[in-house]
C-alpha cells in the first residue's frame, strides 16, 4: 500500500470548515484512499473513502486531486466533538488479507 | 446502526496469564481483524481471520497470540502468556466484503494492563 504524508497537527475554530491534506504521490491506479478518525482512545471510525472522484456523506467531503496524488478532506461545520486523529490511509483493492496500515494521522483540535 | 461490541472494556492481569479478549461483529460481516495501540504510538495490525482461518498476521501475532471464532458469532483474541509489553488496547473490527470499498467497523477497544 501507499505511503501517505499528513501534517501532524492543526487547530480549527468552531463552526468553520476543517481542510485535511493527505499526500499519497506513489498510489497507484487501483488503491483507493480512506479516511478514518480515531476520537481520544475510541476505536477508529471510518469517514469516507474515494478512487478518483469527489465524494461527499454525512460526515464529510473528499477532494482528490486529478493526478491523484493528494487529497483533502473537509469537515464543513467543525464542531468541538470532531477534535480527534485524523488518518488517510491508502489501500490496495484487492482479495483477502487487506488490512489497514495507520500511520500517524493529523491531530486535529477544534477549539470554541 | 450496528456496533462491534467488545468484553471486556478494561482487563488488568498479572504478568504470564493467560487472558482472553472477546468480540462480538456485526452479524452480517464475514471478515474479522485484531488491532491494538500501544498508549501514545500507531495503531497497528495484528491479524485478519475469514472463512474460519487466519488470512494474514502481523510479525507482533507471534506464537503467543491465537483467534478463534467459537460458535459463530464471537471472535476471540487469546494471550497465551501476558508480557508487560503487552499491555495496550486492543481492537477488533469487521468488514463485509473482502475486497469492497466498504469501511471497518471497529468497536470501542479493551484496555489490556499486565502487571
Known amino acids: 500500500d501507499a505511503k501517505t504524508t499528513q501534517p501532524p497537527s492543526m487547530d480549527c475554530a468552531e463552526g468553520r470548515a476543517a481542510n485535511l491534506p493527505c499526500n499519497h504521490s506513489?498510489?497507484?491506479?487501483?488503491?483507493?484512499v480512506y479516511w478514518y478518525r480515531q476520537i481520544h482512545s475510541q476505536g477508529p471510525q471510518y469517514i469516507i473513502h474515494g478512487l478518483k472522484n469527489n465524494e461527499t456523506n454525512e460526515m464529510a467531503s473528499l477532494i482528490i486531486t486529478e493526478d491523484r496524488k493528494s487529497s483533502t478532506l473537509i469537515l464543513p461545520h467543525a464542531t468541538l466533538r470532531d477534535t480527534a486523529v485524523y488518518y488517510c490511509?491508502?489501500?490496495?483493492?484487492?482479495?483477502?488479507?487487506?488490512?489497514?496500515?495507520f500511520g500517524g494521522g493529523t491531530r486535529v483540535l477544534v477549539k470554541p | 446502526e450496528p456496533e462491534v461490541t467488545q468484553t471486556p472494556s478494561h482487563q488488568v492481569t498479572q504478568m504470564g496469564q493467560e487472558v482472553i479478549l472477546r468480540c462480538v461483529p456485526i452479524s452480517n460481516h464475514l471478515y474479522f481483524y485484531w488491532y491494538r495501540q500501544i498508549l501514545g504510538q500507531k495503531v497497528e495490525f495484528l491479524v485478519s481471520?475469514?472463512?474460519?482461518?487466519?488470512?494474514?498476521k502481523s510479525e507482533i501475532f507471534d506464537d503467543q497470540f491465537s483467534v478463534e471464532r467459537p460458535d459463530g458469532s464471537n471472535f476471540t483474541l487469546k494471550i497465551r502468556s501476558t508480557k508487560l509489553e503487552d499491555s495496550a488496547m486492543y481492537f477488533c473490527a469487521s468488514n463485509f466484503i473482502e475486497g469492497a470499498p466498504l469501511g471497518y467497523t471497529f468497536g470501542s477497544g479493551t484496555r489490556l494492563t499486565v502487571v
Open positions: 490511509i491508502v489501500r490496495l483493492y484487492k482479495a483477502a488479507g487487506n488490512k489497514l496500515t
Open positions: 481471520f475469514y472463512n474460519n482461518e487466519i488470512s494474514e
Open positions: 506513489t498510489i497507484s491506479g487501483n488503491e483507493y
